[in-house]
């Protein structure tokens, strides 16, 4: 889009957004919804026809907390944040930025006074993304696993292992294309039901179930930048064509929360993606894309470069044990600046202050760190929790899953991930929102959200890969 066209845009999304959500609200014009609902409260309904209700019922409770006028303010504000934030973090000018995060703070502290009247005003805003989670339970989780976190980082910083060698020379983009659409189609990515595009920030955008398209990015220098994010975005994907399509355009053919989205993505990229057994079958592949560069590089080298651990001021380029460090530190911002305990001027300092205390890290300019995401200038605060849940849940699925299925390993090594992906769908997919996403995992899992389970996963794999004692 043109620069100058950002006003027009921010005009047309907040007519369309308006226009949506009166759309929406007037399902029930006729009082029809209210009826069913009815029969809902009196159990008179199946157990299908009960969660549909019970979510649509949830959809509209919300929705109707909202004026029109108030969502279209949002989305035109939204708009035009996530333009000065591009142009903020380019500039590394963060007062660029500053009116427009106050005006979004301000707009959500009012968002969360609608949709929240009884509840606290964090908890409005977390629980559009992950239902029924509140900042009191994150808060005891989020705090049980920075202490774990922060003493493996620094044993890990201690430890004698051999520096990770990262792949030298050319890895042509047109080769790593080739290499995902074999992996992809390993994997079980359905390529007749999505596509595999190029954009600067990797994402997943589901409609239906037959039209899922995932995107990446290519370093020529680096085939894991592509790999590693194509993998995330085939875990979300495989989520979105597991739903089942017989239900798209209802709440039982949508994802059940954020975090449970997450929990797929994360799964895929990290417990089969960095596996050592997934490479036992997939690194001849790769070798033989790209025989010059890899000539004497060994599967060991590979291993090792891809789970490599080292404190880093950028979030997504973080590895799996330094992230949810990242993801704290905006919880705790975000949360204190919608209780309005911290001020938008001082960001900053706060975010170099944590950076420092908590990962050993120096920030130097502000768009390598509180410019760094996207979110909060598109109005997604109490989204970030949701990406250490699904961290949180992809440990207790993969234990699940070596529980449930001895030859998981053998699996990998072969490369059928078949029946992994298989009971990903019978037990998480399938079910949209029929449980709740606590629910859901519990089923799945046999536990509630707990820390342990991701602690112990991390601790028994980096203590192998750096000669840790315990
Ligand atoms: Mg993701």
Redesign the pocket.
Known sequence: MPARAASLRAQMLAYLSGLHHRRFIDMNADGLLQAVYASFEKQELSKKDAALIRELWRDYTLATKLPAEFVEEFAAATSHAQLAWAQARKDNNFAHFRPHLENIVALSRTKAAYLGSESKPYDALLDTYEPGMTADELSITFAELKVGLVSLIQRIAHAKAARARAPKGVFPQRDQEAFLAFVNEKLGFDATAGRLDISTHPF?TGTHPLDVRITTRYDEKDPWYAIGSNI??VG?ALYEQGLPDTEAGTPLGEAVSLGV??SQ??FWENMIGKNMHTWKYFFPRLKKQFPAPLRTYTLDHWYRFINDVRPSRIRTEADEVTYNVHIIIRFEIEKELIEGTIKVKNLPEIWNQKMKDYLGVTVTKDSDGVLQDVHWSAGLIGYFPT?TL?NLYSAQLYYALLRDMPQFDAYLRKGQFQPIREWLKTNIHRHGRLYSAGELMQRATGSPLSVAPFLTYLTEKYSALYNLRS
């Open positions: 997943t995330h975005e979300h989205h997450e993505s994360r990406y699904g």
